[in-house]
Nanobody, 122 residues
Framework: QVQLMESGGGSVQAGGSLRLSCAAS????????MAWFRQAPEARRAWVAR???????YYAPSVKGRFIISKDNASNTLYLQMNDVKPEDTAMYYC????????????????RGQGTQVTVSS
């Protein structure tokens, strides 16, 4: 069973930065497609970023140029560096993993963590 545990959330002022981490079960980060998605209060879930097994990265238009997804295969950790955050980035952030994620929407990924809350104040 794949285990994913997010950390690093908190409160930050608009324009600031925050780095989220996702600790995964051994070998998951190196052999699964990984991603982040978020859900704001009373809103639908939305994908944020994804990273392929070979390291190719993709971003939602709303975060492109501000957020960076990366991974460390050796430590089985996925990251999301959030820069120049905005109040509309306030949400619960989740990491997700899927062995067949190349063409699968992030919101349909097989495994997901419990989430970490990010709150951005103006």
């Amino acid at each position: 069973q794949v285990q994913l545990m997010e950390s690093g959330g908190g409160s930050v002022q608009a324009g600031g930065s925050l780095r989220l981490s996702c600790a995964a079960s051994p070998n998951v980060v190196s052999t699964y497609f990984m991603a982040w998605f978020r859900q704001a209060p009373e809103a639908r879930r939305a994908w944020v970023a994804r990273i392929a097994i070979d390291g190719d990265t993709y971003y939602a238009p709303s975060v492109k140029g501000r957020f960076i997804i990366s991974k460390d295969n050796a430590s089985n950790t996925l990251y999301l560096q959030m820069n120049d955050v905005k109040p509309e980035d306030t949400a619960m952030y989740y990491c997700a993993a899927d062995q067949n994620g190349r063409s699968r929407p992030v919101l349909d990924f097989q495994f997901r963590g419990q989430g970490t809350q990010v709150t951005v104040s103006s």
